[in-house]
Nanobody, 120 residues
Framework: VQLQASGGGLVQPGGSLGLSCAAP????????MYWYRQAPGKERELVAH???????NYEDSVKGRFTVSRDNAKNTLYLQMSRLKPEDTAVYYC???????????????WGKGTLVTVSS
């Protein structure tokens, strides 16, 4: 299964943007869900993650600006980004630890990235 991220685009510095990521298909259970990003010329980094029970964690540079949330009924992950900075420009990827209906164990799955560009 491939997670489906959406919501990227061009936004001015100081602006806001929301991303979403849906896990399609026959999902039995989703544990922790993650947002990563990869800026040009840099390695992929973890931005935020949220447990199944809704406990969030953030990378220091986004604390107070980004909010991660999820809707377990919809198998969907969200990232609300505010006070965006040019250094937030990156391809954002969602990732999840999940178990498919026909699988006996958890696996880790990625979505295709969505580009966020912060520029005036």
């Amino acid at each position: 299964v491939q997670l489906q991220a959406s919501g990227g685009g061009l936004v001015q510095p100081g602006g806001s943007l929301g991303l979403s990521c849906a896990a399609p298909g026959s999902i039995f259970r989703i544990n922790t869900m993650y947002w990563y990003r990869q800026a040009p010329g840099k390695e992929r980094e973890l931005v935020a993650h949220i447990t199944r029970l809704g406990s969030p964690n953030y990378e220091d540079s986004v604390k107070g600006r980004f909010t991660v949330s999820r809707d377990n009924a919809k198998n969907t992950l969200y990232l609300q980004m505010s006070r965006l900075k040019p250094e937030d420009t990156a391809v954002y990827y969602c990732n999840a630890d999940l178990q498919l209906l026909h699988d006996a164990s958890m696996g880790n799955y990625w979505g295709k990235g969505t580009l966020v560009t912060v520029s005036s």
